[in-house]
């Protein structure tokens, strides 16, 4: 018995010597600090404000890191304060709203958050969040801009790069007197063509987004025989401009909510993602060479990571099962719990496999008008199956709220008339 007694003592002992020995070890990153593979265990008992690094970076985060070289620069977390027109908006509008459980469907939205107060323990508390993001999605009423598309292999780096034109214009949430234009039954219309090189100049999608199930109109402009012809209503899941990223990827989410089967909030977390993006991070008088965007590490394999500061949010983990005919099983969104905003997704195959992950990167935008977004400046889709990646990159000049774009400035004729 004693033999016995003095060996559990001594395992204690020594397992006491241990975790007293990483308690002592642990520290506080400090902002500049960089989390990378080479790195990434020793430092996961040290905290950065108050959060262990092993809690803010999630599974496939650390897979990222890993085996794909995603390296994290601290930086410290600012709060970003809501929009006193989006408050007002909600406060005034929100009651209005209606949610349908059995067809997961919304009903007399016109402006601000459509459900500014969710309970966790709601059922249907995933729909509603995808829904504040879906009608919403922190870019004000407009945006436009011009926006570089990089399209990257793995193992031999940049591909190509196509630069294109990009407009927004919701139809609701607009600011008063007028928060719906038109009849009420359109949210948004969106347009994008490419403007370079030219052998695909022209090339591009014009797309209106009903208020209800039906699936968007969705055209796109065909160089070869200089027309527009209208797409099938599953458009909304195929590659957007024959890159990894899907349609109903952009900007984290543009799906309406209702078409998924099933939507489930899994609670709440904190992650390091990118809210402060430093601008500008693209250089036109670089040209041609990796320094013309700065912000992406084109130089090291895999050619397709981000160089950004991260700093922690709290954020919603949403899992999106996908209809039977989607190319992918799932989704997993992390959302902003302050006001919505997707910063990363993760995507898994029919066989529940991870791979595809996407960033959001943005940082808040002054608007024409004075209104502060949280605009989508560079987005980043990894698929590690194809080893190929998709980035978009905001130009200087893209902005919330331009004075005097108007519906007619993002429509069909608009694309055909720039194409020709």
Known sequence: MRTIHKHFALTFLALATTAAFQFAEAAELKPGDVINAANLDKVKNDTFEGHSIASLVTEKMEFMIKNYK????LRHSEEIPAN????EATRKYAGEVKFDPQTNEVMGY???????????????????????FYYTGTTGYSFDGAFALL?????????????????????????????VEGDGTIINKQLLFVTAPFDVK??????????????????????????????????WMDNMLGGVQLNDEYDGLAARPSWFPEVKLLGTRWVLAVAHL?????DASK?????????????????????????PREVYVIQVAMPKEHPYSKRVYYMETKFP?????????????????SQVLSTPTKGGDGYIGMLPWQGHTYDIKRKEAFVYIAYPGTVINRSGLKPEDVSLGKMEATAK
């Open 84 to 87: 006193q027109r989006d408050v």
């Open 151 to 179: 399209f990257i292999d793995q193992e031999k780096g940049l591909d190509r790069v196509q630069t294109s034109y990009t407009a927004s214009f919701k139809m609701k949430n607009r600011p008063d007197p007028k928060p």
């Open 202 to 235: 022209g090339v591009g999608i014009f797309s209106v987004r009903y208020d209800s199930p039906r699936f968007e109109d969705n055209w796109a402009y065909i160089k070869s025989v200089r027309r527009t012809r209208q797409l099938s209503g599953g458009s």
């Open 287 to 311: 040209k041609g060479t990796p320094e013309e965007f700065p912000a992406v590490d084109l130089k090291n394999k895999p050619h397709w990571n981000p160089i950004a500061d991260w700093e």
């Open 341 to 357: 905003r997707i910063y990363m997704m993760e995507h898994y195959d029919k066989s529940d496999q991870f791979v595809k992950f």
């Open 110 to 132: 016109k402006a601000g958050l459509p459900f500014p107060n969710i309970g966790m323990e709601d059922p249907k508390a995933g729909y509603k969040l995808l829904y504040n």
């Open 70 to 73: 995603l390296t994290i620069k």
């Open 278 to 282: 430093k601008l500008p991070i693209a």
